[in-house]
């Protein structure tokens, strides 16, 4: 089955830096990648996806970059808000059929320091 | 519109009672999904129905079971539930034409 590793697991930096979470898959098949960001006691709730017919998707100050070759793509977060403190969430969907069978990444707690 | 509305939002049991999580959505889609999420681990799939009536096993379904009562409704079952399945439970939908999860508040579940 599909396998996502997630890296950091925390990362703690300044308002106004940069955030930048990778992930890495396995199942080639692959062809969905969400980005959840779950606040503290609150729900998963998608901020950017990517499918593999494109390499980057930009949202405001989120972008997403995928690489089918090397089977990983990452979350790049510009001019970070303490607001934007919360536990994010990479994943893939199992075999590229399904778009709401994901197989998640572990997590990485983003801190945002005033 | 309320989304995903899942009940109970909390939940403690003693380890072999039995349970019955309940899910709906009022977004007319086809597909839902549970979740359980465990610390460290992130959300992992327990089972899914693709459409009304139909249903199958994800990531970790053992221990559990569920049933697609129409197309608004997906429960989940915990016929005798141990430690091991302490955990918070998501219930989910999606539009088959459009990708994204839509996610219901949760069931934090503690089984003593």
């Known amino acids: 089955g599909e396998n996502v590793e997630q890296h950091p697991s925390t990362l703690s930096v300044q308002e106004g830096d940069s955030a930048v979470i990778k992930c890495t898959y396995s199942?080639?098949?692959?062809?969905?990648f969400p980005w959840y960001k779950q606040e503290l006691g609150k729900r998963p709730q998608l901020i950017i996806d990517?499918?593999?017919?494109?390499g980057e998707k930009k949202d405001q100050r989120i972008a997403v970059t995928l690489n089918k070759t090397a089977k990983h793509f990452s979350l790049h977060i510009t001019e970070t808000q303490p607001e934007d403190s919360a536990v994010y969430f990479c994943?893939?969907?199992?075999?590229?059929?399904?778009?709401?069978?994901?197989?998640f990444g572990q997590g990485t707690i983003l801190t945002v320091h005033p | 519109n309320a989304g995903v509305t899942q009940t109970p939002k909390f939940q403690v049991l003693k380890t072999g009672q039995s349970m019955t999580l309940q899910c709906a959505q009022d977004?007319?889609?086809?597909?839902m999904y549970w979740y359980r999420q465990d610390p460290g681990m992130g959300l992992r799939l327990i089972y899914y129905?693709?459409?009304?009536?139909?249903?199958d096993k994800g990531e970790v379904p053992n221990g559990y079971n569920v049933s697609r009562l129409n197309k608004r409704e997906f429960s989940l079952r915990l016929e005798s539930a141990a430690p091991s399945q302490t955990s918070v439970y998501f219930c989910?939908?999606?539009?088959?034409?459009?990708?994204?999860?839509?996610f219901g508040n949760g069931t934090r579940l503690t089984v003593t």
């Open positions: 989910a939908s999606r539009d088959p034409s459009a990708p994204p999860l839509h």
């Open positions: 994943a893939a969907n199992a075999g590229g059929t399904s778009y709401g069978k994901l197989t």
């Open positions: 990517i499918r593999s017919n494109v």
């Open positions: 977004m007319n889609h086809n597909s």
């Open positions: 199942d080639s098949a692959s062809n969905y």
């Open positions: 129905s693709a459409s009304e009536g139909t249903t």
